[in-house]
């Protein structure tokens, strides 16, 4: 079988996501009869079906939903491996790392000082992002810090640097704050900081903080994440919530040296921390 093209796996992901062709034509700018053209021919030189056609809808099969899957990864790796191209040709390239501020478990400065030990990497650059995964995948940035479980994310790479039990994160004088640990129902009833979806409204700590002083709200969070804590507030382990995992990650298959050093460097600097108990 040839290559797939980007155009046939562009035209397809317009009509898996509008699972309309008029509207997939007019997104693409495109004829519908041409779009529609694309489409049986993708079919053929695949040798499945990808849609199901009725006079009323258009439905994906099973082999339509994994290609909608597979679609996005290689459409988003061609535009980031473009993208971190031309970040490569510029006079001064960097080595572009991504995290949360505060995001690093303390363990940063350990990992960049074994990092430059190392011959002939690139200066690293520290960029603050809310979402450090999306910006590996777009290309903005080379490998990230992220607190996520690593089977949440596809086509990266990762090395487990720190793994801690969540802390319950309270005012002093909370009813609870005397505990010496609790479960997520002792927690019913209170108003729970909850991770918003859109990462651009990501609160900072320090903001989060201020309103569990005030009462207004109660977090359960990686202990790393609460230090240094304000003496009005404090924390109790949560035990029936999964540990956080603070991860380095990086595009699969990347073929940077400097990432590979980066890697192994977190690798070096953490050993002795890869598990912290609260």
Request: a neutral charge; aromatic letters at 2%.
């Amino acid at each position: 079988m040839d290559r797939l093209e980007t155009r046939e796996l562009a035209y397809f992901l317009a009509v898996a996501e509008e699972l309309h062709f008029g509207r997939a034509a007019t997104r693409l700018g495109i004829a519908q009869p041409a779009l529609s053209k694309t489409i049986r021919q993708l079919e053929r030189r695949l040798g499945v079906t990808l849609l199901e056609r009725t006079s009323r809808a258009v439905a994906l099969t099973e082999a339509g939903r994994v290609l909608t899957r597979e679609a996005r990864v290689a459409l988003d790796a061609l535009s980031a491996a473009a993208l971190r191209t031309q970040r490569a040709g510029i006079r001064e390239p960097r080595l572009v790392l991504a995290m949360k501020p505060g995001g690093d478990g303390g363990l940063l400065p350990a990992i960049l000082a074994e990092y430059e030990r190392q011959p002939e990497v690139l200066p690293v650059e520290v960029a603050f992002d809310a979402d450090g995964a999306r910006s590996l995948r777009e290309g903005r940035a080379d490998a990230a810090l992220l607190y996520a479980p690593p089977d949440d994310l596809p086509g990266l790479d990762t090395e487990t640097l720190l793994t801690e039990a969540p802390v319950a994160v309270l005012p002093t004088s909370h009813p609870l704050a005397r505990r010496t640990s609790l479960q997520m129902a002792d927690l019913a009833g209170e108003c729970l900081h909850r991770k918003p979806t859109d990462p651009d409204a990501m609160q900072s700590i320090s903001a989060l903080m201020h309103l569990i002083a005030l009462g207004r709200k109660v977090a359960v969070l990686p202990r790393v994440l609460t230090t240094p804590l304000r003496d009005d507030l404090t924390t109790v382990p949560v035990v029936d919530v999964p540990p956080s995992v603070l991860l380095l990650a990086w595009p699969a298959h990347s073929t940077s040296p400097s990432v590979a050093a980066l890697a192994r460097a977190a690798t070096t600097a953490t050993r002795p921390t890869h598990s912290r108990r609260p």
